[in-house]
């Protein structure tokens, strides 16, 4: 089924991306539930699964993907420092597809006729930034790391005479937004916040004006250790600017070697298991720490993401605690 019907709302929401960026038909090839583009030097696919009915509401999961870094036999050399680079991850998560030997950022969103309005918001945010993100990135971590940008064209098509604006899209419109007050700050909805995941942690606080934290259990380690969860609106993205930066640390004493393969087995499984997490944001390494780092920049505002990503994280740190021994021991095997 083609996203040009627009017969379910995961086809609608592909169909806004293709709209809402002015995609050309050259640049495009239609598979599926979605489609690739080029709007630069990387292929970028949005596409959507077929729904699944849960809690008496049709779910769509939406996807988007782009390839980085070509590994050319050396991806294990670059687990570390591409991992340890994640601690600044806004929307997408670094993945590894061992059948083409590549790094790609990928991100995907719930999406129900509940959440559309902010979802829309919030996945086309992504889409741009994973854009601009590869665009720019892609060179400089190639070179440090002795691979190769994982460029390629259209087979048809071939390469683009000009880029598509959005590969700017971090200085046309986030960083500008950016450089405004966190928008986040002073909102009236951090009680929400907190009510939406006061049930499920052990302990939550919050000053109903900048910042939440909240303890999850912890299964794995010494007695009394948690899971820690901090939403703040202070704390800016270094290109960014201002925004609502979200974490998880995960209380985990292991090798960096280990602990970075691990972050990114973590990664594929967000990318490939339904967990009902809105995968946006990516497991990292943040100095000793295994953590997951997402940051909604200010442009992506819209009321009710603040309770919602709130409730999102602590439905994460509750899904680690329940996977763990699968995880690590998927990731020795990976």
Not at 284 to 311: K, Q, T, W
Request: charged share 25%.
């Amino acid at each position: 089924m083609s996203w040009k019907t627009k017969d379910d709302l995961g086809l609608s929401l592909v169909a806004h991306v293709h709209d809402s960026l002015k995609i050309e038909d050259k640049y495009r090839l239609d598979q599926g539930r979605g489609f690739t583009w080029w709007a630069g030097d990387f292929s970028q696919t949005i596409w959507s699964d077929l729904g699944i009915f849960h809690n008496m509401a049709n779910f769509f999961r939406i996807h988007s993907e782009i390839e980085l870094l070509s590994c050319d036999g050396h991806a294990a050399e670059c687990e570390i420092p591409l991992i340890e680079a994640m601690a600044d991850a806004t929307f997408s998560a670094l993945i590894y597809d061992k059948a083409k030997d590549k790094y790609k950022l990928h991100c995907s969103v719930y999406a129900s006729y509940d959440n559309e309005e902010w979802i829309k918001r919030v996945f086309l945010g992504a889409v741009g930034l994973q854009l601009s993100e590869a665009q720019h990135t892609a060179k400089m971590l190639a070179e440090r790391l002795h691979v190769s940008p994982a460029n390629s064209v259209h087979p048809l098509a071939g390469m683009r005479e000009h880029a598509h604006p959005m590969v700017e899209a971090d200085e046309r419109f986030f960083k500008p937004w950016g450089s405004q007050p966190s928008k986040w700050q002073g909102s009236n909805e951090w009680e929400e916040a907190r009510q939406a995941v006061r049930r499920i942690c052990v302990g939550c606080k919050t000053d109903d004006a900048s910042y939440l934290e909240a303890d999850f259990e912890w299964h794995h380690g010494e007695q009394g250790v948690m899971v820690k969860l901090m939403l703040n609106a202070t704390e800016p993205h270094p290109t960014l600017g201002n925004g609502l930066a979200c974490r998880l640390v995960i209380p985990v004493n292991m090798l960096a070697g280990t602990r970075a393969h691990l972050a990114l087995h973590i990664n594929e499984m967000e990318r490939k298991d339904w967990n009902w997490c809105h995968d946006v944001g990516s497991w990292c390494v943040r100095g000793v720490d295994l953590a997951f780092d997402c940051f909604i920049p200010n442009i992506s505002y819209a009321p009710g993401i603040l309770a919602e990503m709130a409730h999102d994280m602590g439905t994460r740190a509750r899904w680690l605690n329940e996977k763990w021994q699968e995880m690590i021991i998927g990731s020795v095997a990976h």
